[in-house]
C-alpha cells in the first residue's frame, strides 16, 4: 500500500478515536472527501484514486446500506452503484425507479460525495457479500476532479471494475460515462470528462464489461445544459432521471427481458 494510502487510513483513524473520546477537545472538521489530503507530495505513482480510503462523516450511511442489503442478498439482481448522482435515483429519480427497477431487485449503493476511493472502501467492507446481480450498473468519478488528475481518475475506475469483477465474477459491469458538468459547453470540465470517458471505454470487452456513454443526450443542440435536465448542472432533475433512465432500458431489457 502507497504510503499516501497509509498515511489517509492513519489521520481517519485517529479523528475517529479522537471524536470517540468525551474527554479529548474536539478534532479539527477536516474539509467535505478528505480534501486535506489533495495538497501532498507523492512520490511518482502514487494515486489517491486507488486508495480504499473511508469519509468520516458516512458511517451509519455505510452501514445501513449494507445491512440492508445483507436482509434481501439474494433478492438483489441489479446494482446500482456511484455517487450522489446515481443516490439520486432515490430521490428525484424515485418514482421511475419503483416503475422500472424495483420489480427487477434493485439496489442502489450509491452515496453522495463518493469518489473512487470511497466507493473502493466501501467494497473492502462487505458490500457485496452474498450478493450475485445479474447486472452492476456504474457511474464514478466527477468529485475526483478536484484533486486528482485524468490518469489517476481512470485508474480508479478501472481498480473499482477489477475489484467488482473479483467480487461478482458471473455479473456484467455497465460502465456509464461519467456525466457533462457545466453549463457552456467551453468550461474545461468539459473536455476533461470527454478525455476520462474515452479511456474508460477501453475497458469495456462488450461480454462482462459494457461501456455507454450518453452524456450528450443531457444537452441542448449547441453544447449548453439546460437548468430544466441538470439544474445545478451537474445533478439531474426529474427530467433528467427520465432520459438516463430511456438510455439504459436497450440494457435493462437485454438481461431482464420484460414479460410478454
Not at 489517491?48 to 449494507?66: D, H, M, T, Y
Not at 434493485?106 to 470511497?118: Q, V
Not at 456509464?176 to 467551453?186: D, E, L, T
Not at 440494457?251 to 431482464?256: A, G, K
Request: hydrophobic share 40%.
Amino acid at each position: 500500500m502507497h504510503h499516501r494510502c497509509l498515511a489517509a487510513l492513519f489521520l481517519t483513524a485517529a479523528s475517529l478515536l479522537h471524536a470517540e473520546d468525551p474527554a479529548a477537545s474536539p478534532a479539527p472538521t477536516p474539509s467535505p472527501g478528505l480534501d486535506w489530503f489533495a495538497g501532498m507530495t507523492t512520490p511518482t505513482g502514487d494515486n489517491s484514486a486507488i486508495c480504499p480510503l473511508p469519509r468520516l462523516e458516512w458511517f451509519g450511511r455505510v452501514k445501513r446500506n449494507n445491512d440492508h442489503a445483507a436482509k434481501v442478498a439474494g433478492q438483489i439482481q441489479l446494482v446500482f452503484d456511484g455517487d450522489s448522482i446515481t443516490d439520486g435515483w432515490q430521490g428525484k429519480g424515485h418514482q421511475l425507479w419503483q416503475d422500472r427497477y424495483a420489480k427487477l431487485g434493485a439496489f442502489d449503493f450509491g452515496i453522495g460525495g463518493d469518489r473512487t476511493e470511497n466507493l473502493l472502501w466501501r467494497l473492502s467492507q462487505g458490500q457485496m457479500n452474498g450478493i450475485h446481480p445479474k447486472l452492476i450498473l456504474l457511474m464514478i468519478g466527477t468529485n475526483n476532479l478536484g484533486t486528482n488528475t485524468d490518469e489517476q481518475i481512470t485508474g480508479g475506475i478501472k481498480a473499482i471494475i477489477d475489484r467488482y469483477r473479483s467480487l461478482c465474477p458471473d455479473a456484467v459491469i455497465l460502465l456509464q460515462g461519467i456525466f457533462p458538468r457545466a453549463q457552456s459547453p467551453a468550461n474545461p470540465l468539459r473536455e476533461r470528462i470527454k478525455e476520462i470517458n474515452k479511456t474508460i471505454s477501453a475497458y469495456a470487452d462488450g461480454k462482462r464489461v459494457v461501456f455507454l456513454d450518453f452524456g450528450d443526450k443531457f444537452l441542448e443542440p449547441d453544447g449548453t445544459m439546460s437548468p430544466e435536465i441538470m439544474p445545478d448542472f451537474l445533478h439531474p432533475s426529474a427530467k433528467g432521471y427520465q432520459i438516463w433512465a430511456d438510455a439504459i432500458q436497450p440494457v435493462i431489457d437485454h438481461y431482464f427481458p420484460p414479460a410478454k
